[in-house]
């Protein structure tokens, strides 16, 4: 990494804690209570390395190549990682006991692998169930009718621990619908909690990127996930 690189990603995540801190208290809360997630996808272990000394909280990877070379070559300097994108099952086992905490679990089946994985290892794997807010047909995640079983089934787990909710809003959503999208999430969130699932801590809000984390902030969004805003635009012709 050049000189110049370095300074931007300092400068970057300088800026992005600031407005994260003003779209906290803004909205009345602590800026403590929200969590920055470095979205490292292609990111080069040098990069992530050298963000990983910087005021950022966790890293998110989304695929399950990238967090295995990146956990074996220490590249969070002792930061959880997260893995963020959709886990298919067959990779299960790479990513339970690896990442700190799957955010994207979105049917029953996948539960029961990362349940068994998490069995096998004697483990309990922390998950976040991801919604599909924007019902698209191109995005993963459940939609609003089986959200509520899903939370059940994941709740009866012995090897998972339930820890929220995570969704991503339609890339054309402006600020007001993403607003809106933002506050149905809370609004999912608490009436999960109303639930009191056993062996469940629903205590993670996870939304909000690059260009409306502020805006998930103020609806209560506890984790952001940002990569472009710190990184700079991804070259997508390296290989995954």
Do not use: W
């Not at 096998?120 to 047909?137: H, K, M, Y």
């Not at 609806?219 to 996930?225: D, K, M, N, Q, S």
């Amino acid at each position: 990494m050049s000189e110049a690189q370095k300074r931007q990603m300092r400068d970057a995540v300088a800026e992005i804690r600031n407005k994260m801190a003003d779209a906290a208290r803004a909205a009345g809360r602590d800026p403590k209570d929200v969590l920055l997630c470095a979205a490292c996808k292609t990111r080069t272990v040098e990069e992530v390395r050298y963000s990983a000394d910087l005021p950022i909280d966790l890293f998110g990877e989304n695929h399950v190549q990238e967090l295995v070379e990146k956990t074996d070559a220490a590249a969070y300097n002792g930061k959880p990682g997260h893995f963020i994108g959709h886990l298919q099952t067959n990779k299960v086992n790479k990513v339970v006991g690896r990442a700190a905490l799957i955010q994207s679990v979105d049917s029953t089946r996948l539960l029961d692998k990362i349940d068994a994985a998490a069995a096998r290892l004697d483990v309990v794997q922390d998950i976040l169930v991801e919604i599909n807010i924007g019902e698209e047909a191109s995005k993963s995640g459940v939609d609003a009718d089986g959200l509520f079983p899903l939370l059940e089934s994941a709740a009866a787990k012995e090897h998972i621990r339930l820890r929220g909710l995570m969704a991503i809003p339609p890339a054309d959503a402006d600020e007001t619908a993403a607003r809106r999208f933002f506050a149905q999430m809370r609004e999912l969130l608490a009436k999960a909690n109303a639930q009191h699932y056993d062996r469940a801590q629903m205590d993670i809000l996870s939304m909000g990127m690059s260009g409306d984390f502020t805006a998930a902030i103020a609806e209560g969004a506890t984790l952001v996930r940002i990569g472009t805003a710190i990184y700079g635009a991804r070259d997508y012709s390296k290989k995954m």
